[in-house]
T-cell receptor, first 114, second 110 residues
């Protein structure tokens, strides 16, 4: 089955700096790559996703890049703010339609220092 | 819209007891899922339901059963709880835009 590795496990940055989280996946058939933000005591929240026919996607301060050849994808957060502090998870899935089995990375605890 | 709701929020069970975790969504999504989250690990899929009337095993189904009661509701049952099932359980639903997660149920089995 699919295996997703995520690095680093913890990341501290100064407010205003950029943060980058990287994930690799094993199954070349994976075609959907979402990123989730999880705040303490809450469920994961989808923040951005990318499909395999696209190399990069941006949404304000957040961007995701995908390298299908190398089988890795990354989350970039620019101009970080204290409210960006949370655990971030990457995931990968195969298939189409609404029923997608997501395989998650182990998470990155991001701390933005004021 | 409430999104995905889960009950209860917290539960403590003794080994061997049974319980059912409830989940409902009001987004008219076809697919629903149950995941568990353990410290230092990502979420792992227990069971999912691609559509009303169907259920399938995920990565870690042993010790669990599910019921897709209707399009809105998807329940997870532990027939005989074990300490290894101590975890945080998340229900999710999806359309083609990705999963929406509930707030979770924190379960402790002593």
């Amino acid at each position: 089955g699919e295996n997703v590795e995520q690095h680093p496990s913890t990341l501290s940055v100064q407010e205003g700096d950029s943060a980058v989280i990287k994930c690799t996946y094993s199954d070349s058939a994976s075609n959907y790559f979402p990123w989730y933000k999880q705040e303490l005591g809450k469920g994961p929240q989808l923040i951005i996703d990318i499909r395999s026919n696209v190399g990069e996607k941006k949404d304000q301060r957040i961007a995701v890049t995908l390298n299908k050849t190398a089988k890795h994808f990354s989350l970039h957060i620019t101009e970080t703010q204290p409210e960006d502090s949370a655990v971030y998870f990457c995931a990968a899935s195969i298939g189409s339609g609404s029923a997608r089995q997501l395989t998650f990375g182990s998470g990155t605890q991001l701390t933005v220092l004021p | 819209n409430a999104g995905v709701t889960q009950t209860p929020k917290f539960q403590v069970l003794k080994t061997g007891q049974s319980m059912t975790l409830q989940c409902a969504q009001d987004m008219n999504h076809n697919s629903m899922y149950w995941y568990r989250q353990d410290p230092g690990m990502g979420l792992r899929l227990i069971y999912y339901s691609a559509s009303e009337g169907t259920t399938d095993k995920g990565e870690v189904p042993n010790g669990y059963n599910v019921s897709r009661l209707n399009k809105r509701e998807f329940s997870l049952r532990l027939e005989s709880a074990a300490p290894s099932q101590t975890s945080v359980y998340f229900c999710a639903s999806s359309d083609n835009a990705g999963h929406s997660f509930g707030p979770g149920t924190r379960l402790t089995v002593t």
